[in-house]
Nanobody, 125 residues
Framework: QLVESGGGLVQVGDSLSLSCAASGGTVSTYTMAWFRQAPGKERRFVGAMLWSGGGTYYAESVKGRFTISRDNAKNTVALQMNTLKPEDTAVYYC????????????????????WGQGTQVTVSS
């Protein structure tokens, strides 16, 4: 089970950190990812961290602004979001995958079997 937290209303240029707590599994053995979904749009890939080695991959729209990290002791994954823009407004979802081929398609939602309920992030201008 994955549970996200940390969403909220922020201003343009602000920073916000989201957390994803896992239970029933260990984040260090899953490829963990963040997706987001804006109203009326499909769910889109934000970034992912490979279970082995902790390598990361980000969507171009967030590269350089967002960072994924993992705390194995707390069994959590975080998404640090800096320099937020109005277009970052969305519901953010944490996802986990044990598919060894997920790294070939980290942005493919079908590769992820485990999802959180989502947390709303609103960036106001």
């Amino acid at each position: 089970q994955l549970v996200e937290s940390g969403g909220g209303l922020v201003q343009v240029g602000d920073s916000l950190s989201l957390s994803c707590a896992a239970s029933g599994g260990t984040v260090s053995t899953y490829t963990m990812a963040w997706f987001r979904q804006a109203p009326g749009k499909e769910r889109r890939f934000v970034g992912a961290m490979l279970w082995s080695g902790g390598g990361t991959y980000y969507a171009e729209s967030v590269k350089g602004r967002f960072t994924i990290s993992r705390d194995n002791a707390k069994n959590t994954v975080a998404l640090q979001m800096n320099t937020l823009k109005p277009e970052d407004t969305a519901v953010y979802y944490c996802a986990g995958s044990i598919d060894i081929g997920v790294w070939n398609q980290p942005s493919n939602t079908n590769r992820y079997a485990y999802w959180g309920q989502g947390t709303q992030v609103t960036v106001s201008s």
